[in-house]
């Protein structure tokens, strides 16, 4: 590839050269971990437990009644984004922090 630059000399650049990664200094990132601590639970090195003890859901929302969703139960602590239909909803922040930001599967929500 050629270029030209801003005094007129002709350069000959390597595409390699042109779209090369750059490397970015991993002491950065190890300077912020030292200052701030690992996330959550993993400060032993460990991985939390990203179970809640499961709570059966069985009664529908009011929130939900007249929409198409009025026969799914849901979790109580859902976190409404949207309000009624269609659904989009999050779990509580606090919990995901007491969870080392696993979502426990009995909040986990897939949105199709």
Same mark, same amino acid.
């Given at each position: 590839m050629?270029?030209?630059?801003?005094n007129g000399v002709?350069?000959?650049?390597?595409?390699?050269?042109k779209f090369a990664v750059k490397k970015s200094k991993p002491s950065a990132t190890l300077s912020a971990m030292e200052l701030h601590g690992a996330p959550g639970a993993c400060k032993n090195g460990?991985?939390?437990e =990203?179970?809640?003890?499961?709570?059966p859901v069985t009664e529908i929302d009011?929130?939900?009644v007249g929409t198409p969703d009025q026969w799914i139960p849901r979790h109580p602590d859902l976190i409404r984004l949207t309000g009624r239909?269609?659904?989009?909803?999050?779990?509580?922040?606090?919990t995901l922090m007491d969870r =080392?930001?696993?979502?426990?599967s009995s909040?986990?929500?897939v949105r199709n």
């Open positions: 050629v270029r030209v630059s801003e002709v350069e000959n650049v390597s595409l390699d050269d460990e991985l939390p =990203g179970n809640l003890p499961w709570e009011t929130k939900d239909h269609p659904l989009n909803v999050e779990p509580p922040p606090t =080392g930001f696993i979502t426990p909040l986990h929500y």
